[in-house]
């Protein structure tokens, strides 16, 4: 079975500077990664995936993640934050099986503050 | 944009009472899915389909049925709601298994009262 720990529920950081979002997954098998985020009131949106080759993913928005296996994380960076990036990050796993289920971790509430 | 739309958005229903979520796609998708959203444990998966009249139990299942009928609408009931089941409910929808990733309704704010 897949799980995933966001190590952090409420990340709070000034407009400009750079933010560092974890993820941390355990699985017995080869998984595929996602970050997606969540505007208020909104549904989920796909930031970026990690399949396969490059460790080092970017995604919208100027957002970024690296594929770490060996310490089971996915992190998801960006250098330099805007007020519009305020919203809730969800880590995901899936297994690479099946209708592809994704497992999601509880979520990171990342707040930009002017 | 993955063309899902989610009815009712809103609802309030009392304990005891059926209560039946729609979600309909426009992307031919084949693979529809239903989430719950509760604060401190993320997006969990309901049940799933694979196909018309295809589905199969997620994490959390009990007290929910599902069906599909035809490819573009996947149906959430729940037979007697309870309180524990005041929810936001999200629908995704896959075009293929494997690679692709999910795209998000806009969701449906459940509370049972």
């Known amino acids: 079975a897949q799980s995933v720990t966001q190590l952090d529920s409420q990340v709070p950081v000034f407009e400009e500077a750079p933010v560092e979002l974890r993820c941390n997954y355990s699985?017995?098998?080869?998984?595929?990664l996602f970050w997606y985020v969540q505007y208020p009131n909104q549904g989920l949106q796909l930031l970026l995936k990690?399949?396969?080759?490059?460790?080092l993913v970017k995604g919208i928005n100027g957002f970024e993640a690296e594929f770490n296996k060996s310490q089971t994380s996915f992190h998801l960076r960006k250098p330099s934050v805007h007020i519009s990036d305020t919203a809730e990050y969800f880590c995901?796993?899936?297994?690479?099986?099946?209708?592809?289920?994704?497992?999601f971790g509880t979520g990171t509430r990342l707040t930009v503050i002017p | 944009d993955a063309g899902i739309t989610q009815s009712p958005r809103h609802k309030v229903t009392e304990t005891g009472t059926p209560v039946t979520l729609r979600c309909h796609q426009t992307e031919n998708h084949r693979y529809m899915y239903w989430y719950r959203q509760d604060p401190g444990h993320g997006l969990r998966l309901i049940h799933y389909s694979y196909g018309v009249k295809d589905t199969d139990k997620g994490e959390v299942s009990d007290g929910y049925s599902v069906s599909r009928s035809k490819t573009e609408d996947f149906l959430l009931t729940l037979e007697s709601a309870t309180s524990s089941q005041t929810s936001v409910y999200f629908c995704?929808?896959?075009?293929?298994?494997?690679?692709?990733?999910?795209?998000f309704g806009p969701g449906t704010r459940l509370t049972v009262t």
């Open positions: 699985s017995s098998v080869s998984v595929y």
């Open positions: 990690y399949l396969s080759g490059s460790t």
């Open positions: 995704a929808t896959g075009p293929r298994q494997g690679l692709e990733e999910q795209y």
């Open positions: 995901a796993v899936s297994d690479r099986t099946g209708a592809n289920n994704l497992f």
